[in-house]
C-alpha cells in the first residue's frame, strides 16, 4: 500500500523556472492538501482540494497553482520560482476528517 | 502572534526519562487536538488524536488537553533513542470540513 506518493523527492530550479510538483494518493481519500515546511514555521497551508473538483487557497498561496486532476493526482505548479520559494514540500490526504491525515514524504526544492 | 504556538527546541534528555511537550493556542474554538511525529527527512506521521479536554493513553504515550488554560501536552514516558523526532502539534476547529492548523515543531533528542 504505497500511501501518497510525491515525485520528485530533490529539485533544484533556478530564479524564473517553472515546475510542477505530482503528487497521488491510493486510498480513495477525497480531500488532498499541499504544505510547506520552513525551519521555525512548521506546516503552512499552501492550497487544498476537499473534493475532486474543488480547490481553495490555503494561508500561503501566492506563487502557487493546484489542479486536482483526478480524485488520486492533485498537482502543485510553480509558474516563476523565486528564491522564497526554497523548502520542502508536502502533499497530504484524508478522508475528510481532521484525524485521518496521511502525508507523503515530500519534496525537498531550492530555488537558486 | 501565531494561531498556535511550540518551542522549537532542542529538547535533549537521556534515554529513560519522562519527556513533556507542549503547545498553547489562542483560538478557543479548536476542539480537535493532535500529535504528529516526524522523523529527518520523512513525512510527519499521526501519533494521538483527541477531541476536547481531558486526557488519552496510548501505550507510553499520553496526550493531556486544557481548554480552559489553552494548552495542549504530548508526555512520554520511559523514552527511547527511537522516539529522537519533530513532534508537531495540529488542531482543528471542527472533525469534517476544516483544515489542520500546525505548530512549528519541538525537536526531542533522547541519548543513550
Known amino acids: 500500500n504505497a500511501g501518497v506518493t510525491q515525485t520528485p523527492k530533490f529539485q533544484v530550479l533556478k530564479t524564473g523556472q517553472s515546475m510542477t510538483l505530482q503528487c497521488a494518493q491510493d486510498m480513495n481519500h477525497n480531500s488532498m492538501y499541499w504544505y510547506r515546511q520552513d525551519p521555525g514555521m512548521g506546516l503552512r497551508l499552501i492550497y487544498y482540494s476537499a473534493s475532486e473538483g474543488t480547490t481553495d487557497k490555503g494561508e500561503v498561496p501566492n506563487g502557487y497553482n493546484v489542479s486536482r486532476l483526478n480524485k488520486r493526482e492533485f498537482s502543485l505548479r510553480l509558474e516563476s520560482a523565486a528564491p522564497s520559494q526554497t523548502s520542502v514540500y508536502f502533499c497530504a490526504s484524508s478522508v475528510g476528517g481532521a484525524r485521518g491525515y496521511t502525508f507523503g514524504s515530500g519534496t525537498r526544492l531550492t530555488v537558486v | 502572534q501565531k494561531e498556535v504556538e511550540q518551542d522549537p527546541g532542542p529538547l535533549s534528555v537521556p534515554e529513560g526519562a519522562i519527556v513533556s511537550l507542549n503547545c498553547t493556542y489562542s483560538n478557543s474554538a479548536f476542539q480537535y487536538f493532535m500529535w504528529y511525529r516526524q522523523y529527518s527527512r520523512k513525512g510527519p506521521e499521526l501519533l494521538m488524536y483527541?477531541?476536547?479536554?481531558g486526557n488519552k493513553e496510548d501505550g507510553r504515550f499520553t496526550a493531556q488537553v486544557d481548554k480552559s488554560s489553552k494548552y495542549i501536552s504530548l508526555f512520554i514516558r520511559d523514552s527511547q533513542p527511537s522516539d529522537s523526532a519533530t513532534y508537531l502539534c495540529a488542531m482543528s476547529v471542527a472533525e469534517y470540513g476544516n483544515k489542520l492548523v500546525f505548530g512549528a515543531g519541538t525537536i526531542l533528542r533522547v541519548k543513550s
Open positions: 483527541t477531541y476536547s479536554s
